[in-house]
Structure formats: C-alpha cells, structure tokens
C-alpha cells in the first residue's frame, strides 16, 4: 500500500511539472505584463500630474475673471513671468487648458489600450498556470 501510494504521490509531481512547465511563449507573455504593468504605473503618474495642472489652470482661470480688464497679470512662460493684458492671458490659458484635456485624453487611451492587452494576458496565463502564478498587483 505505501509503495502504491507513493507512486501515485510521484505520478501527481510529474503530471503537474509537466502541465505547468513554462514555455518560452510563457515566458514571454510574463515578461510582456511586467513590461506593460511598468508601463501602466508610469501613465498613471503621468495622468495624475496633468489633472493636477488642469485644474490647477482652472483655479487660476477663476481668479482671472475677478481681475480688472486694464491690469496686466503676471503669465509664466517657461522659467520666466511676462506681464499681459488679461484678455492675452485668458486666451494663453485656455489655449494651455485645450492642449491638457487633449494629454488627458490621450493618455487615457493609452491606458485603456495598456489596460485591455493586460486583461488579455491574465486570462491567458491564468488559464495556463492557474493558482500557481500570481498576476495580481
């Protein structure tokens, strides 16, 4: 009884070393999520600066409006501050304002591209290996 019960415990070894043997395509596939789950957080970053600065540029668009139309404000261009007429600055503003939602926009795309090939490779490698890898982060 021992032998065949150790037999059976080596055939379930073998069986399962074989059926979750990685592959090169495997492999790959690993290396491409970790590749594109990187790839993620950094675009994650990204987004959240650029909704930080939209809404920074919101915040000072409010303050614009309680502006007097003869004063010049202080716009900063680069390094420096440049003192315009605030019917210049309103329009830089919302030209800066157009030109983030569009970063926006493209990086959300991005990330729902990024975010659906990964989908993708879970569900193939879970299929593959099951409990024995672990994908979540």
Request: charged share 40%; hydrophobic share 35%; aromatic share 4%.
């Amino acid at each position: 009884m021992m032998n065949a019960r150790m037999l059976s415990k080596e055939d379930e070894g073998m069986g399962g070393s074989e059926e979750n043997e990685v592959r090169r395509e495997d492999q790959e596939k690993i290396n491409r999520f970790s590749r594109l789950h990187q790839r993620e957080a950094v675009l994650e970053d990204q987004l959240k600066a650029k909704q930080k600065d939209k809404e920074d540029l919101e915040e000072v668009s409010m303050e614009l409006e309680l502006a007097d139309e003869d004063e010049l404000v202080p716009y900063k261009i680069g390094d420096s501050f440049f003192q315009l007429p605030l019917a210049e600055a309103q329009s830089m503003l919302s030209t800066s304002t157009e030109q983030i939602d569009q970063d926006v926009s493209k990086l959300e795309e991005s990330m729902g591209e990024l975010r659906e090939e990964l989908q993708q490779l879970k569900v193939s490698l879970y299929a593959r290996f099951g409990r024995s890898i672990n994908l979540e982060t």
